[in-house]
């Protein structure tokens, strides 16, 4: 199956800095990639959709501008969490969808801890 | 009203038991199923991908879709410690871009 790969796999960081996670498809180019963020115990939560070359689309409630989504390539994705808080402690997992395909392969997760 | 209900769980079987995995959905619009295995700390996989109504074969895994009742199951035969992990449903219409989640069931099969 596809491979998707995401760095890094933990961070750890201080509160008010920024951290910058990336996704990449290794064996396929997404035209489509998903971020989410999943709390313990609990299903994923859709943070955006962002497709190369344009601009991501926010789910409602997240904030555009604390987490920043960039889509330079078809193999790369990169969510950054800019003046992360503890409460931006969490799982964050990104997955990438071929094109004219319907199902999504997940990346293995970043655990991000804000002190 | 979400759009997929998932069956909560937790689920607990002795091993070798068969395993029953629903959701439910209320869009009509929703034409591929997807089953997802995600292991603890770790991204979901895919399990199953399916686009019609009735079953599906995979090993020791079967999906099974009904349309007419907007009702879908993950049925895992014998059972093995080895599926223990939350498994998540996934649905898609043609026309979104993104699919929707149910809230998973953690399922423990016990040795």
């Known amino acids: 199956g596809a491979v998707v790969s995401q760095h890094p796999s933990r961070v750890i960081c201080k509160s008010g800095t920024s951290v910058k996670i990336e996704c990449r498809s290794l064996?396929?180019?997404?035209?489509?990639m998903f971020w989410y963020r999943q709390f313990p115990k609990q299903s994923l939560m859709l943070m955006a959709t962002?497709?190369?070359?344009?601009?991501?689309?926010?789910e409602q409630g997240v904030e555009k501008d604390k987490f920043l989504i960039n889509h330079a390539s078809l193999t790369l994705s990169t969510l950054t969490v800019t003046s992360a808080h503890p409460e931006d402690s969490s799982f964050y997992i990104c997955?990438?969808?071929?094109?004219?395909?319907?199902?999504?392969?997940f990346g293995p997760g970043t655990r991000l801890t804000v002190l | 009203q979400k759009e997929v209900e998932q069956d909560p769980g937790p689920l607990s079987v002795p091993e070798g038991a068969i395993v029953s995995l629903n959701c439910t959905y209320s869009?009509?619009?929703?034409?591929?199923f997807m089953w997802y295995r995600q292991y603890s700390r770790k991204g979901p996989e895919l399990l199953m991908y399916?686009?019609?109504?009735g079953n599906k074969e995979d090993g020791r895994f079967t999906a099974q879709v009904d349309k007419s009742s907007k009702y879908i199951s993950l049925f895992i035969r014998d059972s093995q410690p080895s599926d223990s992990a939350t498994y998540l449903c996934?649905?898609?219409?043609?026309?979104?871009?993104?699919?929707?989640f149910g809230d998973g069931t953690t399922l423990t099969v016990k040795p």
């Open positions: 997955s990438a969808r071929q094109p004219n395909r319907d199902t999504q392969y």
């Open positions: 962002s497709n190369e070359g344009s601009k991501a689309t926010y």
């Open positions: 064996d396929f180019q997404a035209t489509t």
């Open positions: 399916t686009y019609s109504s």
């Open positions: 869009n009509s619009a929703f034409q591929y």
């Open positions: 996934a649905m898609k219409d043609t026309n979104a871009g993104k699919s929707t």
